[in-house]
């Protein structure tokens, strides 16, 4: 099965903290990387993924907010200064075309690559990127400001050739992409061998739901519908459900019963309050409610 990983770089909120760093995750999907949010410090917590960041061809950020953007100028810039020349693209909402046009312009005019902005509906649950191996969703959240969470779908895979019955009935190399691709065998004798016994069924498909800063979203659960991993941002514990609805963030009970609602595999929880010293008490409230449930902190490596 080929790699799909989640790499957490920072999983704090506002204020960084000696705990944690501000928002930012790579998603390696079958040796192509995807940056989710840029927060400060990002740079430095990918140096410890051993992966190469020239290798990022999209970036999707979620909203125009400090914690989640603050690492761009200089990301975009040390691209740069490395020689990078292929296109970069960033997706994210309209009003952050300003600020990125500005970094260009102001610390970043003389690059040998182009980037392109990309703006994302953030009142619309919709396709805003495909290749031949993924699919990449808007999801509209509820926050201070416009905000839009990501599905990341892997597209179905082919079957798997069964060997030793192409090598039972001889079948030439030229058939095999046929065969993957639905067809049966006819030999030369003229039986049909049915493509299920020359074939096993592709790999599961898998999925993963990046839903940042945000209030409760009822339609959230059905679109992020049976995905393998549910990022979910866990501000607060319920005892401060005040301080959730007042600045536009979940308690971890909530983020637990939309993964619950969503029947969601697995649900990791981020964007800790710098408030607790202790993530603990967030893992438990959600853990009553969804038990499959883990804390993210930097370094961590979650593979679907």
């Known amino acids: 099965m080929q790699p799909f990983e989640v790499h957490i770089l920072g999983c704090g909120s506002a204020l960084p903290t000696p705990r944690h760093l501000p928002s930012a995750q790579v998603v390696n999907l079958r040796d192509k990387l995807l940056l989710i949010d840029c927060g400060e410090g990002t740079q430095i917590a990918w140096r410890h993924t051993g992966l190469n960041w020239q290798r990022i061809s999209h970036i999707f950020l979620s909203h125009a907010h400090g914690d989640h953007v603050f690492g761009l100028p200089g990301l975009i810039s040390t691209m740069g200064l490395m020689g990078r020349t292929s296109p970069l693209y960033i997706h994210g909402p309209a009003n952050l075309r300003n600020y990125i046009e500005f970094t260009i312009a102001h610390f970043c005019p003389d690059m040998d690559y182009e980037v392109q902005f990309c703006p994302v509906d953030t009142t619309k649950h919709a396709l805003i990127f495909e290749d031949r191996s993924m699919e990449v969703w808007s999801l509209p959240l509820r926050h201070r400001v416009p ?158």
């Not at 079948?171 to 691709?181: D, G, M, R």
């Not at 971890?252 to 029947?263: D, H, V, Y």
Request: glycine share 4%; aromatic share 8%.
């Open 147 to 304: 905000c839009s969470g990501y599905l990341i779908k892997e597209k179905p895979g082919l079957p798997h050739i069964r060997r030793e019955m192409i090598d039972f009935y001889g079948i030439p190399t030229w058939a095999i992409n046929k065969i993957k691709a639905g067809e049966d065998w006819q030999t030369p004798e003229g039986d049909i061998i049915p493509n299920n016994r020359l074939t096993t069924p592709p790999d599961p498909v898998r999925s993963y739901a990046y839903c940042s800063d945000t209030m409760s979203v009822p339609e959230l659960a059905e679109w992020c519908r049976d995905v393998t991993l549910m990022y979910h941002e866990a501000t607060y514990a319920t005892s401060e459900i005040s301080h959730a609805d007042k600045y536009g963030h979940s308690t971890a009970a909530q983020a637990a019963a939309c993964a619950k609602s969503a029947n969601t595999r697995r649900l990791v929880l981020g964007h800790f309050s710098a408030r607790y010293e202790d993530e603990n008490v967030l893992l438990n409230e959600a853990k009553a409610i969804f038990e499959n449930t883990i804390l993210a902190q930097e370094r961590l490596r979650i593979a679907l």
